[in-house]
Nanobody, 117 residues
Framework: EVLLVESGGGSVQPGGSLRLSCAAS????????MSWLRQAPGKGLEWVST???????IYRPSVNGRFTISRDNAKNTVYLQLNSLKTEDSAMYYCTKANTYIVNGPRGQGTQVTVSP
């Protein structure tokens, strides 16, 4: 059974930073692409970033240059470093065992990111 547990969210001011973590189990982590999704109140899930099993990264344009995805296969963990946060980045963030742009894969319970003055 795929189990994903996100952590690291919080409340920050615009321009601040957070580092999200997602601990994975139930599958051979190093074999799969991992992604981050987010969902703002009243909006649908949107894809944020993906890192494939070779370490290649891809980002949605609105976060490119501000967010960095990484993975530690020894720890079965994927990370999302959020820098230069904007109010529009406020959302519940989820990690998912899925390829680029896929939003209906298995995901964890999420971690809340709130950016406000």
């Amino acid at each position: 059974e795929v189990l994903l547990v996100e952590s690291g969210g919080g409340s920050v001011q615009p321009g601040g930073s957070l580092r999200l973590s997602c601990a994975a189990s139930g599958f051979v982590f190093s074999d799969f692409s991992m992604s981050w999704l987010r969902q703002a109140p009243g909006k649908g899930l949107e894809w944020v970033s993906t890192i494939d099993n070779g370490g290649a990264e891809i980002y949605r344009p609105s976060v490119n240059g501000r967010f960095t995805i990484s993975r530690d296969n020894a720890k079965n963990t994927v990370y999302l470093q959020l820098n230069s946060l904007k109010t529009e980045d406020s959302a519940m963030y989820y990690c998912t065992k899925a390829n680029t742009y896929i939003v209906n894969g298995p995901r964890g319970q999420g971690t809340q990111v709130t950016v406000s003055p």
